[in-house]
């Protein structure tokens, strides 16, 4: 299943990656294709690094050894204006929306057009109000970003990146902290736009259920390997242990409930011990 | 006593390193300001922030100093008989010194940490992040119009200051004290020159302005994107803006007015 | 960004203010409105001493500012100070045998030079120079030279 995916097919190759920081290996070594005009789906618990997969991506983050082709081009070895021009072409939605908090709505979504195009104010005016009505939100353009709740800035956010018709969208984690109707919304939104619009989607999420629902392909990722991939069918059955302790939310598992530590009971005896020691030391350097 | 020296040098390179990044920060903001020229707009919305929401805080604070010369300059002066010298005396004090430096301070008090705050919440909200990803740079975009703004704004700035100031001074001076009007003005027409004075305060002020913008728009592009990052690099822009003015104020008045 | 009119018609305001303040320091401050505004005229003399005199000192006549000393040079010629002055248009009646000596202001006050007019037919004209001059009076050789009279008197006197 690894390899079958030709890379003629896939808009994003990532190569061997690698990636540390601090002392702490984010990726060790990893590929992954992302299929042109399909959701690929990239899993993981918190802190995986997973925002940080799609600042590489993105060319935002300088990979340690490896390396990330975008349609055929070395992200990290475009010069600055070719990776600008390549850029113009990705779509991405931030966790936060990342709106621009001084503009209302409905600039935010023109920024984009105003910035790269040179098209007459009459017809960004038409394009946006398109936008914004693919994300249901054409009455909400007078608003300003802090007027808005969390589901419709990232609706909002999500038309400023089409706004340029990209030819994909990344989506850094578009479930967290939605109440089930905007949760719902968003869901149909992303699958819709990557039919209607022939998108490649690459969304990172720990949202199980939602992510399974939507995605085409599913890569699982933990202490920076991927530990499971394929369909969400396929996924579903996997049999790593892993992969079912992620997918069905069990506390204890592969990945223990707790952080690692020294034996509980030596732990509760020393400490009276340690406190006194710390004290003391920290006395001795006074 | 190693662990101080270990201390040390960790904070010396620290620094440098800091000095190293604002470097390049400021090169690019410099490189920025061609593209953003043919857009006005961005400037002169970046003016009204930076400059229309801190005149009131000059014009207050350059009539109080003004006025204050006046008072402590007519009891000094009237000591030697010399009451006529006030004007120069609040004049050049103001327009050498006080015009320059503490409208700077200011500044950096009320733009200078507004910048900051600005720029840091932008940056912990993804914001400078979200619009490099649409192939926007920030620096160009945000920065850039902003250092333009604090740079035309301070000279202007400081030049009210005077301006206030000296007629602070005219109002104690001689509406209160008694001088006399017209030795009050040409007694300063006769001492202060344009080019040694007026011209060298500009130059001072626009020193000042291009600093304190500076630390201000890269202490938040530089800042921790938490908020207490945010708070932090506000206080270090406010202190290392004030150091700086005063320290280069120093070497300024050495190199123009030492002869 | 919201683009107010209220907004552009502020920075407006606000720029007008900052030029209005940098007028007012040019002219009337530093007083370049004199050189603006009034035509002069340059004339020249030579003193032994020019003391304490500086460029911008006053020249005046008959205890009335008529204009300044624009430059002060040293000759090494003749080992004398040029003192150049720019003086009002309005004042071109000066006779040319008119005399200049250096005068201070008050025991500790400013050097001027005071122009003594004579009583020539012809008048001073841009260019002209100044034969009939007068040093600073230098207070520390007045001093001396009244300690020194003093002392010689005494003498005199014990004899």
Do not use: C
């Amino acid at each position: 299943m690894d390899n079958s995916v030709s890379s003629q097919n896939s808009l994003v190759s990532v190569h061997n990656l690698s990636f540390s920081r601090g002392n702490k290996k984010i990726f060790d070594d990893i590929s992954l294709e992302f299929e042109r005009g399909k959701i690929t789906a990239i899993m993981g618990p918190s802190g995986t690094g997973k925002t940080t997969l799609l600042k590489l991506i993105g060319g935002q983050l300088f990979p340690e050894r490896g390396s990330v082709t975008v349609n055929g081009q070395n992200v990290h070895r475009l010069r600055r204006s070719e990776l600008y021009n390549l850029r113009k072409r990705m779509g991405m939605l931030f966790q936060s929306g990342a709106l621009l908090t001084d503009m209302s709505v409905y600039d935010n979504v023109a920024f984009p057009l105003r910035e790269h195009t040179h098209l007459p104010e009459s017809m960004i005016r038409t394009l946006v109000l398109m936008k914004l009505q693919a994300v249901g939100l054409r009455g909400a353009r007078d608003l300003m970003p802090n007027e808005l709740s969390g589901g419709m800035a990232r609706r909002i956010a999500l038309a400023r990146a089409i706004a340029l018709d990209p030819m994909m969208i990344m989506y850094d984690e578009p479930f967290t902290g939605q109440d089930p109707i905007s949760m719902g919304a968003l869901v149909h939104l992303i699958k819709s736009l990557n039919t209607t619009l022939g998108l490649t989607s690459i969304i990172v999420s720990h949202d199980v259920h939602e992510t399974a629902a939507i995605a085409d392909y599913i890569y699982v990722i933990s202490d920076g390997k991927i530990v499971g991939q394929g369909t969400p069918a396929e996924i579903q059955q996997s049999e790593s242990e892993w992969v079912q302790q992620f997918m069905t939310g069990a506390a204890d598992g592969p990945v223990h409930f707790h952080y690692p530590a020294a034996d509980y009971v030596d732990d509760l005896l020393s400490s009276a011990k340690r406190s006194r020691r710390r004290v003391s030391k920290r006395y001795g350097q006074l | 006593m190693i662990q101080f020296v270990q201390y040390l040098g960790r904070t010396t390179r620290t620094s440098f390193t800091k000095l190293g990044r604002g470097t390049f920060f400021l090169l690019h903001t410099l490189a920025g300001i061609g593209d953003v020229l043919p857009r006005p707009r961005l400037i002169l919305n970046q003016m009204y922030s930076v400059g229309v929401l801190s005149f009131l805080i000059i014009t207050i604070s350059g009539l109080f100093v003004g006025m204050v010369l006046g008072l402590q300059g007519y009891y000094i002066l009237s000591d030697f008989g010399a009451e006529e010298t006030l004007g120069v005396m609040v004049a050049a004090s103001l327009v050498r010194e006080l015009g320059p430096v503490v409208s700077a301070l200011l500044f950096a008090g009320r733009a200078g940490s507004a910048l900051t705050a600005e720029i840091g919440l932008m940056k912990a909200t993804e914001q400078l992040s979200g619009m490099e990803m649409m192939a926007v740079d920030p620096i160009k975009r945000i920065i850039s119009p902003r250092f333009l703004a604090g740079l035309l704004s301070m000279p202007l700035l400081a030049a009210l200051f005077s301006m206030i100031g000296i007629i602070g001074g005219f109002m104690v001076g001689v509406g209160l004290l008694g001088v006399d009007e017209g030795a009050y003005w040409s007694q300063m027409q006769d001492s202060l020159d344009f080019q040694d004075d007026i011209v060298n305060g500009v130059i001072k002020s626009l020193v000042f302005g291009f600093v304190a913008t500076w630390i201000a728009l890269f202490e938040g592009y530089d800042t921790i994107p938490t908020s207490e990052g945010v708070s932090r690099a506000t206080t270090r822009t406010v202190v290392n803006s004030a150091f700086s003015i005063l320290g280069l104020d120093f070497i300024l008045t050495a190199l123009m007015f030492g002869d | 960004m919201q683009h107010t009119s209220t907004q552009d018609t502020l920075v407006g305001l606000f720029v007008a203010a900052g030029i209005v303040g940098l007028l007012f320091l040019a002219l009337q401050v530093s007083g370049l409105s004199a050189f603006i505004k009034e035509d002069t005229y340059t004339v020249t003399a030579r003193f032994e001493n020019s003391g304490g005199l500086k460029v911008k000192s006053a020249v005046s006549s008959a205890g009335v500012k008529i204009g300044q000393v624009s430059a002060i040079k040293f000759d090494p010629t003749t080992y004398e100070s040029v003192v150049e002055m720019r003086i009002n248009s309005r004042y071109n009646t000066l006779p040319d045998d008119t005399s200049a000596s250096i005068f201070t202001a008050g025991l500790l006050g400013e050097q001027y030079v005071n122009l003594v007019p004579g009583g020539s037919d012809e008048t001073l004209k841009d260019g002209s120079m100044i034969e009939l001059t007068q040093s600073a009076i230098i207070l520390e050789k007045l001093i001396g030279q009244f300690l020194f009279k003093s002392a010689e008197e005494k003498a005199e006197t014990n004899k």
